[in-house]
């Protein structure tokens, strides 16, 4: 391969980011963060035409039936660009450092953009090792879109509706604290909590993930028939729920969408 081929090559590449054609950025993010996270996909979108961004916590950017964790595996490792959006709820994730990692290994470009209040002085090591962009900040986000490539065309009016935004996630964020369950991703499956203020959606199928999960919380995870949920209950038996923990809940079946995922209480040993 010549170094004139490798020449035009790169030039091509460098064409192909700017139009935007065909490349995909994944936006990391937790779950409680997804206004904001919104926002800056609508902008880049705006900005760059043919850009794809990946949301995990899109409806229809995971479809239902396909497994979550391999599919942000294989979106790690074919996008071409990577922001991670670090805000006070997300920045000791698990998942925001796991993905954090795949990106900075990848070699492509990587913005650290921080959301939400959150001071760059407090995100932890190593992490804290690399530059970050206030995102609520009108020239640390026009930086960071300018590192992406992207003009951002009202860096005032964009890091204004940010710091809103951030206000709002923080009200939420409050009053997830009352909810008890595991989360899979950016996805959160609870068994207690003020889940019954929340709208009924379609139920989901469960997995081994899920009911792994529970386990590794110390819980027992276990399968009724509908006909017994009322002595399910009365037994201390708690339903699991997928939920968003602000608006829907969404009933978690088995044995072919037969039977409801409940968390049983452990048993006690025998006197």
Not at 37 to 48: S, Y
Not at 178 to 183: A, K, L, N, Q
Not at 228 to 248: C, H, M, N, P, Y
Request: hydrophobic fraction near 45%; aromatic fraction near 8%.
């Amino acid at each position: 391969m010549t170094v004139g081929f490798l020449k035009r090559l790169t030039a091509l590449a460098r064409l192909r980011l700017r139009a935007g054609a065909g490349v995909t950025l994944f936006l990391s993010h937790a779950a409680i963060d997804r206004k904001l996270a919104e926002h800056v996909r609508q902008t880049l979108l705006a900005a760059m035409p043919g850009l794809r961004v990946f949301l995990a916590s899109k409806p229809g950017h995971i479809e239902a039936a396909r497994p979550w964790f391999q599919e942000i595996l294989s979106e790690l490792e074919s996008a071409d660009l990577y922001v991670v959006l670090l805000t006070p709820q997300s920045v000791d994730r698990p998942w925001i450092a796991f993905e954090s990692g795949a990106a900075w290994m990848s070699d492509r470009k990587l913005v650290l953009a921080t959301a939400g209040g959150l001071v760059k002085a407090s995100i932890p090591w190593p992490l804290g090792g690399l530059q970050a962009l206030a995102l609520d900040d009108a020239e640390d986000a026009e930086h960071a879109f300018r590192s992406l490539g992207v003009r951002l065309p009202e860096p005032k009016a964009f890091a204004a509706e940010m710091v809103a935004l951030g206000r709002q996630t923080t009200v939420e964020a409050a009053h997830l604290a009352g909810w008890i369950g595991v989360e899979l991703g950016d996805r959160f499956f609870a068994w207690d909590g003020p889940m019954f203020e929340l709208k009924e959606d379609t139920p989901v199928p469960s997995s081994a993930s899920i009911t792994d999960a529970i386990r590794e919380a110390g819980h027992e995870p276990v399968f009724g028939v509908p006909q017994d949920r009322l002595s399910a209950i009365a037994g201390g038996w708690k339903q699991v729920f997928e939920t968003d923990r602000l608006r829907w809940r969404r009933q978690v079946v088995g044995g072919g969408g037969g039977q409801f995922l409940y968390v049983r209480p452990p048993k006690k040993p025998r006197a």
